[in-house]
């Protein structure tokens, strides 16, 4: 509905906008010959009054265009969000490309491209037809400026889509060498300084690509003003050749010159709107063959219970191999030396990495993939650029209170404001407070298992008792694994695993 709304005010915009043009060529004629008793205030108050309406149908296209726009925008990601639910993307910069740029670009297609089209089209088809109705002369010169519209926007649409497929591909290729020189970041000053600058990945290219798709755009508007031009100057010369001196006192006559005159400013700008629909071709295309792993999922077993490793590990790490039990509740310590695999044994246990061996529950085997309520709390957490509260729901629906009660619960009830944002734009978290308010998510979403990564790296050891001691707390009621080369002193009654 919103969608349609917006093409009906663009098209209402567009007409008033022609209408004027018309009323105001056959009025300055008309001006130039009327008789004594000549009726100048209706022509002026119709003028004003399209002027109006005008200007209260563009801002209205806007106000329910962005509207659509946001709507559009928030229901796509939506979609984006419940197809990848589970599933796992290689690269990093394509998730966040998808979601931050792909999907606006579909969602623009209504506003930046169909609306504009369908006005065109719908000027186009009204000037025709009027004009054939009021038997103006030369007006069919009007059908022909409209077979040329048609013939410039379907070359520039070909060439647009061609440009379109190159900038695609190299924008994926600078994504992909940015990626991979980020990534680098840590040590880029044991990097001459010469050196660093000629490893950076250059959008040159990508860049020029743009900026040749953009001097298309601006040729077809020029070759189609100067196609309008040209029908200009041979409609006036026929009409020297072969109107009687009659067809001059007709103030109508005025109306197809001035139309063709500024055809470029009521039809050409529709040619402006091309990179939108490339921008949105190209996003559906992206999202709809994003590459995407499933994550597998095991049944939950009826009655957790002690957890039997046997020859277990990493799929990545073939000689890692943990034969151990795991008990229904308490603290178990996983120990190792950096690179010793830790990490990869908390995400083959919860299912997120392919894994060998055996892992059972209550007797059953559970086989590959996720386990319903076994929480992976990884080593640096994920905080999404949104809202406190969309952070601690993820997707589900707690009470405000209850969102409150587990900030208070990991230290964090500074965080007052539940619809405060953080991340990039909002509020930015210190370290401890990211591992904190990964914790809050895991009671909130509670869970039987928690498989904690480094949840002490880079806190103080103030920071570090405070959260030891709420795990022990949660330790009491559900198991909780641990993979940390920082043991407090005070670890509490548990088991530890040593690889």
């Known amino acids: 509905m919103m969608a349609f709304l917006t093409i009906v005010l663009a098209v209402i915009h567009g007409l008033a906008g022609l209408a004027i043009l018309i009323v105001s060529s056959w009025f300055i004629a008309a001006c130039a010959i009327a008789a004594p008793g000549f009726n100048y205030m209706l022509p002026a108050v119709v003028i004003r009054g399209l002027a109006l309406l005008r200007i209260g149908s563009g801002y209205a296209h806007m106000w329910v265009g ?157 070759l189609f003003q100067g196609g309008a031009w040209l029908l200009l100057l041979a409609s006036l010369l026929g009409l020297v050749h072969a109107a009687s001196d009659a067809d001059f006192a007709e103030p109508l006559l005025l109306i197809v010159p001035m139309l063709l005159l500024s055809a470029g400013d009521w039809l050409g700008r529709s040619y402006g709107t091309q990179p939108a629909l490339n921008r949105a071709i190209q996003g559906n295309k992206v999202v709809s063959t994003m590459p995407a792993q499933a994550l597998a999922f095991s049944q939950k077993p009826v009655v957790p219970d002690d957890i039997q490793l046997t020859d277990f590990g990493s799929a990545n790490l073939p000689e890692q ?57 990884e080593q640096q957490p994920i905080v999404l650029a949104a809202t406190l509260k969309h952070n601690l729901c993820m997707g589900k629906s707690f009470r405000d209170v209850a969102l409150q009660a587990a900030l208070s619960e990991v230290g964090l009830s500074h965080l007052v404001e539940l619809g405060e944002w953080l991340g990039p734009g909002g509020r930015q978290l210190s370290g401890g407070e990211r591992k904190r308010l990964n914790i809050a998510r895991a009671i909130l979403h509670d869970g039987p298992v928690w498989l904690v990564d480094e949840p002490f790296e880079g806190l103080d050891p103030d920071a570090i008792n405070r959260l030891m001691a709420l795990l022990t707390d949660h330790a009491q009621s559900k198991l909780v694994v641990i993979a940390s080369h920082v043991v407090p002193d005070y670890a509490g009654p548990s088991a530890t695993l040593t690889l």
């Open 321 to 377: 191999r943990v034969s151990t039990v795991l008990p229904k509740q308490g603290m178990v310590w996983v120990t190792g030396p950096s690179g010793s695999g830790k990490s990869q044994l908390l995400q083959a246990i919860a299912g997120l990495v392919d894994s060998h061996g055996i892992r059972q529950c209550s007797g059953h085997s559970l086989g590959p993939g996720l386990i319903n309520g076994w929480l992976y709390l």
């Open 66 to 222: 962005h509207k659509h726009l946001l709507g559009l925008t928030a229901f796509l990601r939506l979609q984006l969000f419940a197809r990848l639910q589970s599933h796992t993307i290689s690269s990093h910069s394509e998730e966040v490309e998808a979601l931050a740029s792909h999907t606006e670009a579909i969602a623009a297609i209504w506003v930046g491209w169909v609306s504009q089209q369908a006005s065109a089209v719908m000027m186009l088809l009204v000037s025709s037809i009027s004009l054939w109705w009021l038997r103006v002369p030369l007006g069919g010169w009007a059908i022909v400026l409209a077979v040329l519209w048609l013939l410039v926007m379907l070359l520039l649409c070909w060439l647009g889509l061609t440009y379109a497929k190159n900038i695609a591909k190299e924008e994926q290729v600078f994504r992909q060498l940015s990626e991979s020189q980020l990534a680098s970041a840590p040590i880029w000053h044991l990097k001459p300084g010469d050196a660093l600058t000629a490893a950076m990945p250059k959008a040159m290219s990508l860049w020029q690509s743009n900026l040749l798709l953009q001097q298309r755009v601006m040729q077809a508007q020029w």
